[in-house]
Each structure stands twice: as C-alpha cells, then as structure tokens.
Nanobody, 124 residues
Framework: QVQLAESGGGPVQTGGSLRLSCAASGYTYSMYCMGWFRQAPGKEREGVAGIYIARSSTYYADSVKGRFTISQDNDKTTVYLQMNSLKPEDTAMYYC?????????????????WGQGTQVTVSS
C-alpha cells in the first residue's frame, strides 16, 4: 500500500502563490499517476491536476489552467503543485492522490489512494 504525505498549504492573499508537495512511500513501484484534488466546504471533490509518471505528461482542470503547474521529482515519488495567481475560489482542502491503473493517465479517473490533505485558504 502507498502512503501519501502532503505539505505546503496555508493562508495566502489573492494573487499570491503557494507550492504544495506530496511524498509517496511504500508500494510506489507500479504507480501510473499522481495527482491533486481539492474539496471546498459543501462541494464535491474535484480533480485539479494530474501527471502520468512514466511520460511526465500532465493535465489540468479548466479552472486552474495557466495558473497551476504539477511536476515530479527525479525519483518520481514526489510531486509538486505550484499555484500562482490564487483566487478566493481556490480555497479548499487539497489532497494528493495516486493511481495504479491506466485510467488515470489522461484524466482524473482511476485514482484510488489519498493523502490526509492540506488546507489552502485564499483571502481577498
């Protein structure tokens, strides 16, 4: 089983930046993808960004394209989410996720393992 540990959340003002990190440990050998999801109070969890590990190919939710960037470390067990030009609507708990099947390569389906989350709060 894989363990996912997020860090880097916190309060930030509108227009500011944050960088989230997620370190995977345990059974990481056959991970296809890692990604970031978020859930705001009263809303469903939504996919934010994903990365297909073998090819370093990425995809994003329309709401964050051009502002957020997902990347991975050389060891391919750590991913980052660089968040720029933050807006109050980006306020949410952000979760790191891992996927072990091909379904997650190009879309937010197929993720089955989750971290505990890190809170991002954007004030206006």
């Amino acid at each position: 089983q894989v363990q996912l540990a997020e860090s880097g959340g916190g309060p930030v003002q509108t227009g500011g930046s944050l960088r989230l990190s997620c370190a995977a440990s345990g059974y990481t050998y056959s991970m296809y993808c890692m990604g970031w999801f978020r859930q705001a109070p009263g809303k469903e969890r939504e996919g934010v960004a994903g990365i297909y590990i073998a090819r370093s190919s990425t995809y994003y939710a329309d709401s964050v394209k051009g502002r957020f960037t997902i990347s991975q470390d050389n060891d391919k067990t750590t991913v980052y989410l660089q968040m720029n030009s933050l807006k109050p609507e980006d306020t949410a708990m952000y979760y790191c996720a891992a996927g072990y099947g091909p379904g997650c390569r190009f879309s937010f389906g197929g993720f089955g393992y989750w971290g505990q989350g890190t809170q991002v709060t954007v004030s206006s």
